[in-house]
């Protein structure tokens, strides 16, 4: 390889001996390493985030296994391509050799219909499937291929694996090597990161090539202001994925439209799925809007399942409307917070006792031991309320939920305090 391939594929390792990361599937021991040593491995999708060595482990299982190996982008391939590789596939079988591998990056991008042409060959063993992606397959995979396929979830690479590659990268590659690399500071390399071996690679490339000479010292301060300088495209891939779609919800999260539709356009242009950027949409509606203005959701709903009919290019404009009405939307994060609370208290406590008169009585026994007992049911009072406590007696009086400070929820704390007096008197 010469200099003018990037850091990250030089250093690209080819056995397990040389993979840093996902011990607990590649270990010694380890299912799927066991699988692998056996020669017989499942059609599998790998899901975790950009940078953790989906390509790479899937690269050395083929090698490992001496399969022939071919990989498919999901960006830029069709159900023509993925034809023509089972094709191949199946004339390679008349010869004896194990059947191939065919990895499909972001296979998550693949629309039903290009998942639908591999089920035929997955479920002869025809070809092995390898697909990876950082979305849920759970929501983005076909339940067909789904059920063909075992999941195996990757871990972002921990602080102990990012600083091992930089070692590596000084000592081992061929040009950095010839440097005089000092570093003095790690924490802005590691934090730009964001645990993704490939952005830090990068990085740590760009900071060193910023370099006139080959004596280099490098801190805090001149890696945040190369990568500032530098790291100004959209990479779709994942290098600034992460960093945009972060700028866009907090856009949106801070009241700016001008911002939101900057942001969004730099991802549309920059070729992201539309239905990446509108679950992101759903998820804000309820955690930064919420009950301010419960018609957010709804909103975001709508625009996810609209652009889901409709696709690109028109899908641009309802994702722009979307955006726009939830930036200028009333905020509030108050539910958010609240299950934060609870499932934070629940840790703590465990499994706290029903009350009894909450209980389910379907039985003679149940009702004869107190189930259900002395409940009172909200219907049978005036103004459909009744006062009795609903949490465990450890917890009682214990405030999870604190209404946020704008009209909507104001009209929720009045009726709670209307209601429950100073139990909920805020």
Not at 20 to 33: A, F, K, N, S, Y
Not at 135 to 164: G, H, M, W
Not at 219 to 225: C, K, Y
Request: hydrophobic share 40%; charged share 25%; proline share 4%.
């Amino acid at each position: 390889m010469d200099n003018l391939t990037p850091l990250a594929e030089r250093l690209r390792p080819n056995t397990f001996e040389n993979y840093i990361g996902q011990q607990h599937l590649i270990g010694e021991g380890c299912t799927l390493r066991n699988f692998i040593e056996k020669g017989i491995i499942p059609s599998m999708i790998f899901w975790g985030p950009p940078g953790v060595g989906k390509t790479t482990l899937a690269n050395i299982i083929a090698n490992y296994l001496k399969r022939p190996f071919y990989t498919l982008s999901a960006i830029n391939s069709g159900v023509k391509d993925v034809r023509e590789v089972i094709e191949k596939a199946k004339s390679q079988q008349f010869f004896g050799t194990n059947n191939p591998v065919l990895f499909i990056d972001e296979i998550h991008r693949f629309s039903k219909s290009q998942q639908d042409s591999l089920l035929g060959a997955v479920e002869k063993g025809t070809i092995t499937l390898i697909g990876a992606t950082t979305e849920n397959p759970s929501f983005e995979v076909i339940s067909a291929l789904l059920s063909r396929c075992q999941v195996y979830i990757l871990k972002e690479q921990t602080k102990e694996d990012l600083l091992k590659l930089i070692d590596i990268a000084l000592t081992q590659d061929e040009f950095l090597k010839k440097k005089k690399v000092v570093i003095k500071e790690y924490e802005s390399l590691l934090q730009l990161s964001g645990g993704d071996a490939r952005k830090l690679l990068n990085t740590l490339e760009i900071v060193i090539n910023s370099f006139s000479s080959d004596i280099i010292e490098i801190t805090n301060d001149i890696v945040v202001n190369t990568v500032q300088q530098n790291l100004v495209r959209y990479d779709k891939t994942g290098d600034q994925h992460y960093d945009i779609i972060s700028a866009f919800i907090k856009s949106i999260r801070g009241s700016d439209p001008n911002a939101a539709v900057y942001w969004l356009a730099r991802m549309l242009e920059g070729g992201e799925d539309p239905k990446f950027i509108a679950r992101r949409l759903l998820i804000l509606s309820s955690e930064d809007i919420g009950n301010a203005n419960p018609t957010a959701l709804v909103i975001a709903n709508n625009c996810f399942q609209a652009i889901n009919v409709i696709g690109m290019p028109e899908a641009r404009i309802i994702l722009s409307q979307a955006a726009v009405y939830l930036a200028t939307s009333p905020k509030s994060n108050a539910s958010y917070a609240a299950i934060n609370i609870a499932q934070e208290l629940v840790r703590k406590t465990g499994n706290l006792s029903i009350p009894l008169h909450l209980r389910n009585a379907p039985t003679k026994l149940m009702k004869d031991i107190g189930y259900g007992s002395n409940y009172k049911y909200s219907h049978g009072y005036e103004g459909n309320f009744e006062v009795q406590e609903y949490l465990p007696d450890e917890i009682k009086g214990t405030t999870l939920f604190e209404p946020g400070n704008n009209p909507k929820e104001a009209s929720f704390r009045n009726f709670l305090k209307d209601k429950w007096k100073d139990k909920y008197n805020y």
